[in-house]
C-alpha cells in the first residue's frame, strides 16, 4: 500500500512480532537454557527431563528461526527492506494471471493487430505490436519563414493548415491528410493478409502529393523521406536499383524472426529523383536530426538538397529520399514470409501497388461509411458538415491508437536507494496499446483519459476496446495503484519534460475504465451484444475481476479521507507559488480545491467516482454470479453507503448555494504578488508568490464548477428532489454556468473565474470548456428528461439546447480551423489548448448520436 495505508501495514508488523506470546516465550528459553547446559547449578537432572528441555530448546529455535524468516520477508514485500532477490512492492505487477494471456486476444485477434499505424506522434508511421519492431515512418521538408524545416514528429508549432486521419478503422485500413501552405499530403495504409506467409500479412502505403490551389502551371517540387528501421537492430540490406529508379524499385529487403524474409517495394507512374543514406544505430527517436545533418552537409559541400548515397557499416536504418514535381503518387508495398518464390512475390506486391491498390482503397472506404453509419446512426439526424465532423471524431480516435514499450520512472526517496543517486525505481518492462488524447501534444497513454476513448471506441469495435483495457489493467502493481500517465520507450521520453516523467505512487486519477465496463455491462443487460460477443465480454471480466478489485481496494484504503470520505492525495501544502495548489491526480489540474491542502479535506468528485468504482464491482459479481467470491468487500452495501443521499448532503451540500461542494480548509483571502526575492546567485528578481490575508477555517469551499456537478452526474440526486431543480437553475445561468458554446469550468462568479494559478499557468480548468464534462452533464441531463419527476420538462429543454450548442460550436471550429481542440474559449467558444484533441473531444460524436453511459 501507499501513504497512510504503507504506515498502517508498517505498524502491523511491528505490533504482530513484539506481542506473540509464543515470540517472548521462545526468547526466554534461548537466553536462560543455556546456563543450565553449562552445568552452572548442581542440581541434579535426569536423563529424560535433559532430553525433554532440548527437545524444546530445538523446537523452539527453529520456530524462532520461521518468525524471524516471517517478518524480514514482510519488510522486504511492503518495500521496507531490500535485497538483490527482492524487488519493492511498487514495482512488483500484480500476482494474477495476464488478461493479455487470455485466449481471446491470441491467434487471429493478436495477428490482425499486429501491424498498424501505432506510432501517433509522428505524422506518418507504422510499426508492429512487439517491443523491437520493424519501423515505417515519413518525413517531409516544409517551408516557413523562407526556410526548409524538416516535418516529422506531430508539433503544433509546425502550423498545418490541418492534419489527421478522415478515415480509420482501428485494424487495416486508415486515410489521413496533411494540408502545409500550398502542398497537400494525402497518406494511405491498407494491410492485406493474402497469400502471405508472414505474422502479420503485408501492408502498402499510398502518398498522394498535389498542389492545394487549383493552379497547376505553379510547378514546385516536394521532398519526402521514407525510412526503415529496425530497433532490434537486424541489418537491412539495400536494393541494388535504388540509384536508377524507373518506376519500380526494391528499396530495402531483411529477415526477422517474427516475419521472416520481407522485402520493401517503390513504385510509381511519375518521374522521380532517389537518393538514400543508411545509419548503424538504436536511437530511433532523434532520426530526423539525423537526416538534417546529412542533408546540410552535402548542401555545403555540393550546393544540392540531396542525401549522400551512402550507408554506415551494418545499418539497421535506411532512408529514401524521393523528390519530384507535384503533383506525383508513390505506392510503397511491404511483403513478409518470403519463401523463394519470386513469382508470388510480385503477384502480392502487384495486388498493393497501382489500380489493385486503388480499389482496394476504394472498398475500404465504403467499408468505413458503411460501418460509421451503423456504429452511430447518424445520416437522418445531421448535414453532410456535421456528419464529416463525426467521421473525422472517430478516425482520429482510431488512428491515435499507439503501441508503447518500456519502462515508467516510480518516485521512491534517495534514502531507500543507497547505491543510486537517482530519486526513481525503474517499473517492470511492459507494452501498452492504447488511445492518446493528442498526436502533437499528448501522444502517450493517460489513465483518466483512457475512460472516456472507450466510450466511443467500443461501440466501433468492442474487441478494440477489451485489448486496450486489458493492457492498462496489466499494469498494476502489487498495491493495485497503475501509474496514472504511461511515458513508455526513448520516442515517448524525447516528447515529456523531464520533471513531468516521474510517477508518484501515492497519487491515482480518476478510474474512468470503470466508467466502460459498467458501459459494457449495460450493453449485455439490454442485448446490444450477440451470444458470441456476450461471452467474450464475461471470459474478460472473469479475469479482470480480481484486478479491478485490486484496484477499488488501493482507492479504498489511499485516498480515504476522515469520517468516511475520501480526498484526492498529491496536492503540495508547501507551495508559495500557486494561487491553490494544483489536485492533478483528480484530473482537474488546477479547478480550486481548499486553499491549504491538509487531511481534513473531502473530494466530492472522488466520493462519486468511488460510487461509479463500487457499483460496477456489483454488477460485476451479480453478472459472473460471484458475490462471495471475488472480493471480501460487500460492493453492494459500499454503492449504496456512497449513493446515500441523505449522508452526501450532510457531507457536501450547501443550502445557501443550492450546490455540491468540496470540504477542506479554506480561506477566499489568498492572492498572488509580486515579491522581489534574491536568487542563489545573489541576484534580486521579481517574482509572483501566493500570499494569505486570512485564517483558513474547515469549512465547504465555495466553488461552483463541474466539481460540483458530480453528484449530478452520477444521478444520485431523485428526480423528484427539489435540489435537482437547484442543479438545473445552476447548469441553466448564464452568469454562472451557462453559454452559447457549452458549459464553463468554474462558475463566472467564483473569486478564481480565469485567475492564473501562477506566473506562468494560465487558467486550465478554470473557465474554459472541456467536452468529457459537458458530455457527462449532458448525459444526466437526458437521463432526467427521461425519467418520471417535475422536473422531466426542464431537464429535456436544457438537454436540447446545451447539446445543440456543443455540435454547432465543435463542428464551426473545426470548418474555421482545420481541427478539433482541446477546450473551447468561455466567451467566444474559440478553440483553445492543443489542437488535433481528439481524445475526449471526440465524444462529440457520442452527443451527434445521442448515445450516452449510465454513469
Known sequence: MTGASRRSARGRIKSSSSSSPSGDEGNDSIRYTPSIRRGKTKELVSIGAFKANLKILIGLIILGIVVIYFVINRLISYGLLYDESHNPRVITPFPAPKLMDLSMFQGEHKESLYWGTYRPHVYFGVRARTPMSLVAGLMWLGVKDDMYVMRHFCENSDDLSTFGWREHNGRDFGRQELVENDMILETSFVKSKGDSFGYGGDWAVRIDVKNKGLNDDVKRSAHLFFYLADEGGNVLNLGQDVFDFQGSSLLVSGSREDVGDWQIHLKSQNQLETHYSGFNTPHIHNLSALVQHNLALQARKFGRLQLSDTSETSSNIYVFQISGRLPFSIDIPFVSGIRGDSSNVENRITSLTGLPLSDLLKKKHREFDEKFKESFNLSEKHDSETL????????????????????????????????????????????????????????????????????????????????????????????????????????????????????????????????????????????????????????????????????????????????????????????????????????????????????????????????????????????????????????????????????????????????????????????????????????????????????????????????????????????????????????????????????????????????????????????????????????????????????????????????????????????????????????????????????????????????????
Open 388 to 855: 464529416g465532423v463525426g467521421k473525422t471524431a472517430i478516425a482520429n480516435m482510431l488512428g491515435g491508437i499507439g503501441y508503447f514499450y518500456g519502462q515508467s520512472k516510480i518516485h521512491a526517496p534517495k534514502s531507500t536507494q543507497p547505491e543510486s543517486r537517482d530519486n526513481f525505481l525503474l517499473y517492470w518492462p511492459a507494452e501498452l496499446y492504447t488511445a492518446v488524447p493528442s498526436r502533437p501534444f499528448f501522444p502517450r497513454g493517460f489513465l483518466w483519459d483512457e475512460g472516456f476513448h472507450q466510450l466511443l471506441i467500443w461501440r466501433w469495435d468492442f474487441r478494440i476496446t477489451l485489448d486496450i483495457v486489458g493492457h492498462w489493467l496489466d499494469l498494476l502493481n502489487i498495491d493495485g495503484w497503475i501509474p496514472r500517465e504511461q511515458i513508455l520507450g526513448a520516442e515517448a521520453l524525447s516528447k515529456v519534460p523531464e520533471e513531468f516523467v516521474v510517477q508518484y505512487p501515492s497519487n491515482g486519477n480518476p478510474p474512468t475504465l470503470f466508467l466502460v465496463i459498467r458501459d459494457l455491462i449495460d450493453g449485455i443487460r439490454t442485448e446490444k451484444f450477440i451470444a458470441s460477443e456476450r461471452d467474450e465480454i464475461l471470459s474478460f471480466l472473469e479475469r479482470a475481476s480480481v484486478r479491478l478489485d485490486a484496484w477499488f481496494q488501493w482507492f479504498n484504503t489511499s485516498q480515504t479521507g476522515k469520517t468516511g470520505s475520501y480526498f484526492w492525495h498529491g496536492r503540495d501544502n508547501t507551495t508559495t507559488r500557486e494561487l491553490n495548489p494544483k489536485s492533478l491526480s483528480s484530473g482537474l489540474d488546477d479547478y480550486p480545491r481548499a486553499s491549504h491542502p491538509s487531511e481534513d479535506e473531502r473530494h466530492v468528485d472522488l466520493r462519486c467516482w468511488m460510487y461509479l468504482a463500487a457499483d460496477c464491482m456489483h454488477s460485476i459479481t451479480e453478472l459472473l454470479g460471484k458475490e462471495d467470491k471475488i472480493s471480501k468487500e460487500d460492493y453492494n452495501s459500499i454503492a449504496k453507503l456512497l449513493s446515500n443521499f441523505s449522508l452526501l448532503n450532510q457531507m457536501h451540500y450547501d443550502s445557501d448555494h443550492g450546490a455540491y461542494f468540496d470540504f477542506g480548509n479554506h480561506t477566499e483571502k489568498v492572492k498572488l504578488i509580486w515579491k522581489e526575492v534574491i536568487q542563489e546567485n545573489g541576484q534580486l528578481s521579481r517574482q509572483l508568490v501566493r500570499k494569505t490575508f486570512g485564517k483558513p477555517k474547515l469549512k465547504l469551499v465555495p466553488h461552483v464548477g463541474y466539481v460540483s456537478f458530480f453528484p449530478f452526474m452520477s444521478r444520485i440526486i431523485p428526480p423528484e428532489s427539489p435540489i435537482l431543480e437547484k442543479q438545473l437553475d445552476l447548469i441553466s445561468n448564464r452568469s454562472i454556468m451557462w453559454s452559447d458554446y457549452g458549459l464553463v469550468s468554474l462558475a463566472k462568479t467564483s473569486s478564481m473565474y480565469m485567475k492564473r494559478n501562477t506566473e506562468h499557468d494560465a487558467p486550465y480548468w478554470r473557465g474554459p470548456i472541456w467536452m468529457n464534462m459537458n458530455y457527462m452533464i449532458l448525459s444526466s441531463l437526458h437521463h432526467y428528461s427521461i425519467v418520471d419527476g417535475p422536473y422531466r420538462e426542464k431537464s429535456r429543454a436544457i438537454y436540447t439546447e446545451l447539446r445543440s450548442n456543443l455540435i454547432r460550436n465543435v463542428v464551426r471550429n473545426y470548418y474555421e480551423t482545420g481541427y478539433i481542440w482541446e477546450q473551447y474559449d468561455q466567451d467566444k467558444g474559440t478553440g483553445k489548448g492543443t489542437r488535433l484533441f481528439t481524445g475526449w473531444s471526440a465524444l462529440t460524436l457520442l452527443i451527434m448520436s445521442e448515445d450516452y453511459p449510465i454513469f
